[in-house]
Structures are given as C-alpha cells and as structure tokens.
C-alpha cells in the first residue's frame, strides 16, 4: 500500500489521470470538497455498492432495500435532532484567517504521536527481525506505552468535552497542547463555535410561501420514516432491516483529503429494527458481520480496526468505527450505532403518529430499537482504491504502477489486444470482446507494443489481458495475462470466459465472509 502522506498524492493524480475521479467543475477551478466519478471510477463506485447490496439485502431474508426522496419534510430534522445538535465545533487562526474543526485539530496533534509510534515499531522490528513481536512490544515498551497513554488521556478529555458541549474545554486543550495554525504557525485562536452542517434550500416560488428545508445529511432519517409502511407491506417480523444506499450533504468545515471528506457524499446504511432490551447483542452481531464483509475482499486484516466511540452522538447508547489504514492513517471508514428507540421515538412525539410493532410472540406493542450500520461509499473507494495501488519493482530492475483491485471490483474485468493491427487479429479480439461483453466490462486495446498495453491495463486494475496472435487463427487459443502475477497461460478461446468468471465471481468473493 502507498504508505506516506506524500504518497496521498500519487493517489489523487492516479485517480485522475486513469479516469477514476475528477474534481468537479473543473473548468472554472474546481468546488471545493465536490468530486465527480469518472468513466472508470464510476463503474468501481458501482461495484462497491453491488458488493454491499448483495451482502445485506440479497443475503439476508430479513433485510429489504429503499430509495428514499433526497427532500424531506423540515420537521424531519427537528425530530432526528440535526437542527439542534448536527453541529461542528469550529475554530479560526486570528492571522491566517483559515478556519479549522477544533476536534480535527486535536486529532491531528494524537495522529502524529501515533506516527511517532508507528516508527519505534518500524525500528524494533528492523533490530529484532523475524522473532519480533509486535504486540507484546506495544504493551511494554515504556516509551511506546507513555505515547499510548498521552493518546488516551488527549481524546478522553475531548470526548468529554465535545459531550458536555464544554466548548471553552475544547480551546484550553488546543492551548495546553501548543497547537499551532498549520498556514500562520502561531496560537492566535478565537474561541470555539458551534456550526451546522446541513444544506440549506426552499421548497416553491413565491418568497413569501417557500418552505424552508435541508438537502438530507444522512440517509437514514428516510429509513425511520418509512419504517412502519415497509414493516407493513412487506409483513416484515422483528428482527428485520431495511437498506437503502444515497446521497447525503454535508457543509462540512475541514473539507481535505480528497473524497474522505466531501460536501456531497453517498452513504450505504441499514436500520436493523429489533426488539428493545436486545440491542447489545446485535450491536455486536453487526459489529462483526460487517468487519467479515470488509476482510472479503483481501485488503489485508491489518488494515482495519475497530475504535469505541468516547463522545455518542445525541441518539446512540453505543457506537464503534471501522477505522481503517488510509494514507494519512488511520480514520473512520463505517459507523456501527446503537440508536435505542431516539429516532422512532421522536418521530411519533413530532408527527403524532404512532410507529409501533406489534409483536405476536410478546403480545405487546412497542417502539423497536434500532442498530444501525452506515459506511460511506465514497471513502470505501478511497479506502479500495489507496490500498491498492502498488509500485512494484521488477526483476530487470524497472517498475510497473499496479492497481491491484480485487477483481470483483475492477471496473474492467479484462482487455483484448490483437498482436498487430492486421491480419484478421483485430476482427478476432473484437469476436472475443463481443462474447465476453455479455458478462463483463471488457475493452479494446490496439495502440502501442503489448508490453505498454499490459502496463497500461495494470495502472486501470484490469485483472486480465488477452493477446490474440497469429496462432490464434490456426488453433484458436490466445494468451491470457494476470495483472498481479503477470503469468501468461496458453488457453483455448472457448475457455476464457470461465477463467474470468471464477475470479472475479461476486458469489466467490462474499462467500468469504462466512
Ligand atoms: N446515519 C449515521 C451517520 O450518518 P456518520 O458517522 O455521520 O453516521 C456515516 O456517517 C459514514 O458516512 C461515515 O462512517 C463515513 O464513511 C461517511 N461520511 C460521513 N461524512 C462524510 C463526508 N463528509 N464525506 C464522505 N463520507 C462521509
């Protein structure tokens, strides 16, 4: 994986220059924190969702899907709680005049004593070589432990603060930590504010008649307003969830890091309604289903770790991140929340409506409680896409630019190239295309010896190439090439696509997750 911030770069500019993500109105300078999905990224975005879709509403017997309207009654997010309390702390350099997330900044300051742990097990482990334990390093080394404890103490003072909305807390800790603006390098801070983060827009013509209301800042509040119609209509039994994956809006303050944090983003959610009283036990269910959907697709179990929330957000009585190892280290790539019956709850005191179940086993009515699991597609990209991409030496002492994708997500499943531009070789490959084509995404490539078509192909993440040569006139084989280990097997035409299908088979790959 592309470890060092600096490398965050080649990230960005591989997504851009392999058609994968584009800022968005580039043409007048860009929007900032607004990206748009290329050719190839729109169809790796796309398959990252399938991948989800199948793993929770296919799967499950018990789990249906939704598409819920972007626009939502205003009083929506008066009962959710976002009015009042989807806020930022935020916090201005007096000389640089940039404006800054309080928190983000003092995550920022633990990020770095992290980093300062991350090298003394780098040298450990060069000193000790193979007998080199991390864990047990990391437990008892004294130096390694004070960072760690330095770690703890900084966010649990946070956490508490942020909770108790002790925003004066907040800058005191910026103060005592000698937290320096990044642009001016000096502490002049104003004090911290609240801010929050919804889209405003009106709803009709006339100024006098709009109704004011918010583009969604998450998707869930669709889930919880249509819970009783889909429980009805589908005759849907507690446990049961519902699914639904869309954009949401954010005006977030700190708008860095390329997709990880955008002002217009998709989410992927599930509301798992259950009965109240059960809800530890199925937040530690999905806890674990979904870190089994992450470790199927390979990017290795070392890169994600799960971090217990110490500040709940106004509706949890649990939560914990998926984090998982980006480029700049570390951050939240998924949500697992226990949401108790807040947003049912408050749904029926705002709408007057009841959203009870009724349930035949207990005899009873009741407001279910809700766990809920929420992961944002846009950074799940980032999280595939930064992890895969390899600069890898070779043996005669060049390097390729590899996107080592896991193939079920690899917009393009495979390439055809004819050898040369005559003969009958491209009419072919166009043969070939146009049978594999009914599967999967497949493309042309006639243009540049093979050897630069193949390094082409390896920076998209297409897992296959195949090359039809003059052989395969006679015999009708060709070559087929595998992107991570570049073997070149002989095969019969008629055989490919089954070669393809077994790697890159959607069924194969969540079957990991059992
Ligand atoms: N319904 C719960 C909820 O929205 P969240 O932790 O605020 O919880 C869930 O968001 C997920 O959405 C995050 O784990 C992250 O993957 C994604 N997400 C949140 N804000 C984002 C942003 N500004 N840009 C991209 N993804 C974002």
Redesign the pocket.
Known sequence: MVKQEDDFKKVISHAKEYGYVFQSSEIYDGLS?VYDYAQNGAELKKNIREYWWKAMVQMNDNIVGLDSAILMHPTVWKASGHVDAFNDPLIDNKDSKKRYRADVLVEDYTAKIEAKIDKEVAKAHKRFGDSFDKKQFLETNPRVVGYQEQITTILKRLGKSLEKEDLVDVKNLIEELEIACPVSGSRNWTDVKQFNLMFGTKLGASADSAMNLYLR????QGIFVNFLNVQKTGRMKIPFGIAQVGK?F?N?IV?RQF?????E???M?MQFFIRPGSQKEWYETWKEKRMAWHLSLGLGAENYRFHDHEKL?HYADAAA?IEFKFPFGFK????I?SRTDFDLGSHEKFSGKKLQYFDPELNESYVPYVV?T???????FLAVFSNSLVEEELENNTTRTVLKLPAVLAPNKAAVFPLVKKDGLPELAQEIIDDLKWDFNVVYDEKDAVGRRYRRQDANGTPFCITVDHQSLEDNTVTIRHRDTMEQQRVAIADVKSIIHKEVDMKTWLQRML
């Open positions: 924190a800042p998450e998707t869930a949401a954010r977030e708008a997709i990880f944090r955008q002002r983003f998709e989410q959610e957000a991140d939240e790539l998924e949500g929340h809920e929420s992961i944002g597609l846009d950074r799940m």
